[in-house]
């Protein structure tokens, strides 16, 4: 597709219930961001990959969060034996290369809501 | 630290009034990059500008303008002749001198609602 995509729009988790979270970013993007919005809030830094490799994981809040991009192109975002406080929308952003000249587009979000 | 402030929650205006957004913001890089980011009902944040710290000349783009004036750390964006398409919440952010998106430090947005 033209931009970022994540799968699914709408995600309602039972507490303790683990969730998978799926982007696509743009097509020869080496750069992908996760970024978490709370209701109300800018959007928080997760974790960045290039290529595959995970360079950055300092804003994930715990250890029950877990991403991976294993061949460089789809990530997944996991959250293990969600909580209330993970209800957010999870934004994923992809860019060509890193740095100030490569313009980061964002997908939709993935809405997550933990009952 | 880096912080970004957007002290209006929400604005309304009527349509063709121009309006103005806030964004203050602080750091101790000497060499940062702005950004001004749209949110439209759909969720997804479209890049509108990014500068950095050395160009403080402003920008007109179409009805859009930005005026950055590093002596008061404020980055504000102007909508001329205000759009009931431009309604989204608007988000400032401010990266270090990588400008990637890793580095992105968001403030809390602004809801622009724009009245027929």
């Known amino acids: 597709g033209a931009g970022v995509s994540q799968s699914p729009r709408y995600k309602v988790a039972k507490r303790g219930q683990d969730v998978a979270l799926r982007c696509d970013p743009i097509?020869?993007?080496?750069?992908l961001f996760w970024y978490q919005q709370a209701l109300g809030q800018g959007p928080e830094f997760l974790t960045y990959?290039?290529?595959?490799?995970?360079?950055?994981k300092s804003g994930l809040p715990s250890d029950r969060f877990f991403a991976e991009r294993p061949e460089g192109s789809v990530s997944t975002l996991k959250i293990q034996r969600t909580q209330q406080e993970d209800s957010a929308v999870y934004l994923c952003?992809?860019?060509?290369?890193?740095?100030?000249?490569?313009?980061?587009?964002f997908g939709q979000g993935t809405r997550l809501t933990v009952v | 630290a880096q912080k970004v402030t957007q002290a209006q929650t929400e604005i309304s205006v009527v349509e063709k009034e121009d309006v103005t957004l806030d964004c203050v913001y602080e750091?101790?890089?000497?060499?940062?990059?702005l950004f001004w980011y749209k949110q439209p009902p759909s969720g997804e944040l479209v890049f509108l500008i990014r500068?950095?710290?050395?160009?403080?000349q402003n920008e007109i783009s179409g009805r859009y303008s930005w005026n950055f004036q590093k002596s008061t750390s404020s980055f504000n964006f102007t909508i001329t002749a205000s759009q009931v398409v431009d309604s989204a919440v608007y988000f400032c952010?401010?990266?270090?001198?990588?400008?990637?998106?890793?580095?992105?430090?968001f403030g809390s947005g602004t809801q622009l609602t724009v009245l027929p």
């Open positions: 952003a992809s860019s060509l290369v890193r740095g100030p000249n490569t313009e980061a587009f």
């Open positions: 097509s020869g993007h080496v750069s």
């Open positions: 990959f290039q290529n595959e490799a995970q360079l950055d």
């Open positions: 750091t101790r890089d000497t060499t940062y990059y």
């Open positions: 500068r950095n710290s050395f160009d403080e």
């Open positions: 952010a401010l990266s270090d001198d990588s400008g990637s998106a890793r580095q992105l430090t």
